[in-house]
């Protein structure tokens, strides 16, 4: 007697462009590819385990490769977390292959140590000029700043980390 064993997907070449780090509140698309399958016939397909309530997934099985797959994290979800997502390969005799995946939910920058320069108290007619530093990203990600006004006689602009502010003369100091 003969018999045929069925080997499991090969999960090596698998990929998948779901992101190691997500926001509260967030849907993203992302793909699955790769795996390959030695069996001669055999068609390879995706499987989404997942055991986390702020992880919802559009679909979670059946997904053929490349097929655009709808992540969708809960407004809930606990910044820092980090969560563990199984994508398998599965074969059309039921051979199996995980690949495990970590989610981390977004950590908000540190602005403990970010310098205010100018003080809540500005001269009219004067310009300042100081640089963005003391912010921290935990997930190491670039940090962008944005500076804005009320007044809109105030100008702002910024080149890389140096950010100018000028104030108008004292008959356009209006607060706003």
């Known amino acids: 007697m003969t018999g045929t ?3 499991t997907p090969n999960v090596s070449g698998m990929t998948t462009t779901l992101p190691g780090i997500v926001y509260p509140g967030q849907s993203v698309t ?7 399958d030695a069996d001669s016939g055999d068609t390879v397909t995706y499987m989404i385990e997942n055991n986390n309530t702020d992880l919802t997934f559009s679909k979670v099985s059946g997904i053929a490769a490349n097929t655009n797959v709808t ?22 005799t039921g051979g199996k292959k995980v690949l495990s995946k970590n989610i ?3 950590t908000l920058p540190n602005l403990d140590n970010m310098q205010n320069p100018i003080g809540d108290i500005v ?6 000029t100081f640089a963005t530093e003391g912010a921290v990203d935990y997930d190491n990600q670039t940090l962008t700043y944005t500076y804005t006004c009320s ?17 108008p003369t004292t008959t356009n100091m209006a607060r706003g």
């Open 5 to 7: 064993i069925n080997r």
């Open 30 to 36: 992302f793909k699955i590819s790769g795996a390959t």
């Open 151 to 167: 007044n809109a006689n105030v100008t702002i602009s910024q080149s890389g980390s140096t950010v100018t502010l000028t104030t």
């Open 123 to 128: 001269i009219p007619n004067k310009t300042y």
């Open 104 to 106: 981390k939910i977004n």
């Open 71 to 92: 992540l969708t994290v809960g407004s809930s979800a606990a910044r820092g977390n980090i969560y563990n997502v199984n994508i398998i390969a599965v074969d059309t």
